[in-house]
């Protein structure tokens, strides 16, 4: 066996096994603290699947993760490692229910598409600022993205207190959002609609991207070895700006997309976390964005699992924290399997010389 | 020699194997022996596993498989802790001294002697000046590292060695950066150590050297012993031909240059303003068409400065840099490359040359990405990508299992010829070369020689820089040589020039005038 392919083994196997410890956690916690632990464990492993609604409910909280996990991809492909994809999903968000509400040239689906294509700009040149100050100004490119995410935040929520703000109603939020702008829905009763197309579409696009055009390998280039870019002649800067361009602007158009379908107003009043969810689930899919559907579906079906439970049985879903803490422990600690894995690669090498 | 045999073996390892994480054998089943009071020296060529081997006796790597036994007993060593302790020292390639402290303060790093919670400065001077003194090391206790040359940094690195209690010390390819006369005065000190009864294992892939001072030695290739041997007993040709598998000789066909008009211009290139002492001072030079000027000197002296200044990765602070009339300060390392047509061999291939974690395709290719052949509309063109980079496998002799596999799969000599290959498989007008040959195996250094020489007489200007004097009296049809930044001689031809010559320069013993150094620049 090649050392190529004990790699790729290895890398399934670790994850499988990181997943497998920290549902196994899970599950003997809840066996600990529930008084109906067999009830508890049933809403949360098959709760997602047991009527079409929470099937819809499983893939409406997959799709954000979708754009987020991509996004991730794509930022911290030249390795530059920053955050702003929590940022521009919040400012994606806000921006697409500002279009849909104040801008009146177009209305109906050409608004909606007016307005993803302007969150796609916007939250694409925000992602820009980190960067560019990072490189004028040789600040740290992750404290950076990290602080000018509540910049993003407090601008934001201007916007939305100044303009969008419904005072009248009794939900706080903003303005009932144009129903003629939303999705079309695609399976009856649920929530699943034209969203989950663009996921995909953008899964594609995304790897297309990285692997696929001079551009994306050069970004990756870049993340492989960027002494090694620069001396080729690869523009540097140039690359790591398109870099966190795209992957600001995928992130964008997921808290974009969320406005035209799946809530009646927009009511964030704070980040939304959905930039940290993106790097779990990019780490699950080891950075690669052919694996984010799914890696996105794990995560989206253990948070439907756990958000079924807390609402059938006695257990938290905060549950689903731990699982998520124990998997990303696992994947992340490189001497994990590492000695096995050696073993193996001495054996391994050692037959192929004897069969020479 | 006759204690070999009835006393047990100072450090004995047996069946020793090792395996990187990215799958290369560096050791398989090496069975090695020193004794007390020998120079033992260890040969392969690189990436014949003689480091690896060392620093698993050094507790720096982990070993596989095997055994070590110390004095006949065995022992495990984890750590270089583990290896000082049971007085096994060992002198680095890189040397790992903190160049802002005093010899002394270096020499008692980790042991300090104290004064309450205070280190006692005396007692190190002290100290330091006691071990020199019983080894007749001389050296300036009170000298920072940063001031001193590389030979004299060595000296620290082996005293150091010694007065942590090192008997058995391990020195990687020590000749490496020395000149002719720094290797003669390190080959004194080591005859010393042995007449102390120390052992000392000699890592190195220069024949003459080990014939000269080792006793024994012990061969590998590809990770395999080829056996020991009394050095008195076996020839430079058997050695070579146990190192390599066959006997190489390094006769290539050189015809006489024939200069055409000027490539490269350098005028008046100064760089490293505000660092202290100026990496270059005042560099005047040109390149013709179709011939090879080389670039002699300790490392250190501003080679790499000058090639990374005329190759964009340094940005030009004074003085003029023109590549057929392009200036080299207005164009973006895209452009030197592209439109003034220069090929650059950088000299840290894994830092500079090659992505290692990217395929052999992605890294022959890197820098055609834009050529219509390869791309359309930015989306590329995945078919003439393989063709091409199954071409160039098997016109470079890259020696691998697909253009697929990663390149950090490769031995240092096939990396080698990536690089090579990405570089000089299209047209250019001026190559530079840093160190075509560091750490490489013969074969592929007379394959790459061969294509240097066909360039030339192609019509290419070339420039080379190597800390190797063979090396680069071989490929050059015309030299200067640096020191402290500066051309300190010029040689139109190096028909009788030898090489304690050029080291008397390298060294800044000596310097020509302002006029022979001239000749060095063409209009």
Same mark, same amino acid.
């Given at each position: ?76 492909? =030249? ?61 740290? @490119? ?140 990019? =780490? ?19 948070? =439907? ?52 | ?145 940063? @001031? ?376």
């Amino acid at each position: 066996m090649s050392n190529k392919k004990l790699d790729l083994i290895f890398s399934f196997i670790k994850t499988f096994l990181a997943i497998l410890i920290a549902m196994v956690v899970a599950l003997i916690i809840i066996v600990c603290i529930s008084d109906e632990p067999l009830e508890a464990l049933h809403s949360f492993l098959l709760g997602p699947f047991s009527n079409i609604r929470r099937i819809g409910n499983l893939v409406e909280n997959t799709v954000p993760l979708i754009f987020v996990g991509l996004g991730v991809c794509v930022l911290w492909a =030249t390795g530059k490692r920053t955050l702003s994809g929590e940022g521009c999903y919040y400012f994606g968000g806000l921006f697409g229910a500002l279009m849909a509400l104040k801008f009146t040239l177009v209305s109906g689906k050409a608004l909606t598409v007016t307005s993803l294509v302007a969150v796609i700009i916007v939250c694409g040149l925000l992602a820009l600022l980190p960067i560019i100050v990072n490189v004028k100004y040789g600040a740290d @490119d992750f404290v950076v993205s990290l602080l000018f995410n509540y910049v993003i935040f407090y601008v934001g929520n201007y916007i939305f207190s100044n303009y969008l703000m419904d005072i009248n109603s009794s939900s706080s939020g903003s303005y009932l959002l144009p129903e003629d702008t939303f999705f079309p829905t695609l399976v009856e009763k649920t929530k699943i609609n034209g969203s989950l197309i663009v996921a995909l579409v953008m899964v594609f696009l995304t790897w297309f991207f990285l692997y696929k055009t001079k551009w994306g390998y050069r970004i990756r280039l870049i993340g492989i070895n960027a002494n090694y870019a620069k001396y080729i002649g690869i523009n540097v800067l140039g690359m790591c700006l398109l870099a966190q361009f795209i992957g600001g602007a995928i992130s964008g158009l997921g808290g974009g997309v969320e406005m035209f379908g799946h809530n009646p107003r927009f009511a964030w009043f704070s980040l939304t976390n959905m930039g940290w969810d993106g790097i779990m689930v990019a =780490t699950l899919a080891y950075y690669k964005p052919q694996y984010i559907l799914l890696s996105a579906l794990f995560l989206g079906y253990v948070r =439907t699992g756990a958000d079924i439970m807390n609402r059938t049985s006695d257990v938290a879903s905060e549950i689903v924290l731990v699982i998520q803490a124990i998997m990303i422990l696992f994947i992340g600690a490189k001497a994990f399997m590492a000695g096995t894995q050696q073993k193996l690669r001495v054996k391994y090498s050692t037959e192929e010389k004897k069969e020479a | 020699m006759s204690t070999a045999e009835h006393s047990v073996p100072a450090i004995e390892m047996k069946g020793i194997t090792k395996i990187y994480s990215n799958g290369v054998v560096a050791n398989k089943d090496v069975d090695f022996s020193v004794n007390y009071g020998e120079i033992h020296a260890v040969m392969g060529e690189n990436g014949a596993g003689k480091s690896t081997l060392m620093k698993m006796l050094f507790g720096l790597e982990k070993m596989d498989k095997g055994q070590i036994l110390f004095e006949g007993k065995e022992v495990s060593i984890n750590s270089p802790a583990e290896a000082i302790a049971l007085k096994i020292g060992m002198v680095h390639q890189e040397f790992m001294l903190v160049p802002s402290l005093t010899v002394a303060e270096n020499m008692v790093l980790r042991e300090e002697p104290r004064k309450g919670i205070f280190i006692d400065h005396n007692k190190a001077i002290e100290e330091t000046k006691k071990i020199s003194e019983m080894y007749n090391l001389p050296i300036d206790p009170n000298a920072r590292i940063a @001031d001193l040359a590389v030979g004299i940094k060595q000296r620290v690195e082996i005293l150091k060695a010694l007065y942590r209690g090192a008997k058995i010390l391990i020195l990687d390819e020590p000749t490496a950066v020395l000149t002719p006369q720094e290797t003669e005065e390190l080959f004194r000190q080591l005859l010393i150590l042995k007449e102390h009864g120390h052992t000392v294992i000699f890592i190195s892939h220069k024949i003459r050297e080990i014939k000269q001072i080792c006793d024994r030695i012990t061969i590998l290739k590809n990770g395999r012993s080829m056996g020991v041997y009394q050095v008195k007993d076996i020839s430079e040709g058997d050695i070579s031909r146990l190192m390599v598998g066959h006997e190489v000789k390094m006769n290539l066909d050189k015809k006489p240059a024939s200069p055409g008009k000027t490539v490269l211009k350098v005028e008046h290139l100064s760089y490293g303003y505000g660092e202290g002492k100026l990496k270059l001072d005042d560099v005047n030079f040109s390149v013709r068409k179709g011939e090879i000027i080389g670039i002699a000197g300790v490392e250190g002296n501003g080679q790499r400065e000058l090639l990374e200044c005329l190759s964009g990765l340094r940005k030009i602070q004074r003085g003029k840099v023109a590549i057929n009339g392009n200036d080299v300060s207005k164009m973006s390392i895209y452009d030197i490359r592209e439109k003034a047509k220069t090929a650059y061999i950088p000299q840290d291939r894994l830092l500079f040359g090659v992505a290692s974690g990217a395929t052999i395709q992605e890294n022959l290719l890197a820098n055609r990405m834009d050529y219509e052949e390869f791309s359309k509309a930015g989306v590329l063109k995945e078919k003439n990508f393989v063709k091409t980079a199954k071409e160039l496998i098997k016109e470079f002799t890259i020696k691998c299992d697909n253009e697929k596999q990663l390149v950090n799969m490769l031995s240092g000599g096939n990396i080698q010829k990536v690089v090579v290959a990405r570089e000089l498989s299209m047209p250019r007008e001026l190559i530079i070369i840093d160190q075509p040959s560091r750490g490489i195996d013969i074969g592929a250094t007379k394959f790459i020689h061969q294509k240097i020489f066909e360039l030339r007489d192609a019509g290419t200007a070339i420039l080379v820089n190597s800390a190797d004097l063979a090396e680069i009296r071989e490929l050059s049809d015309s030299l200067f040589v640096m020191y402290e930044g500066e051309i300190v001689a010029f040689f139109r031809s190096l028909d009788g020039v030898t090489e304690e010559q050029l080291g008397e320069y390298m060294l800044g013993i000596k310097k020509q005038t302002p006029e022979e150094i001239k000749e060095a620049f063409h209009e």
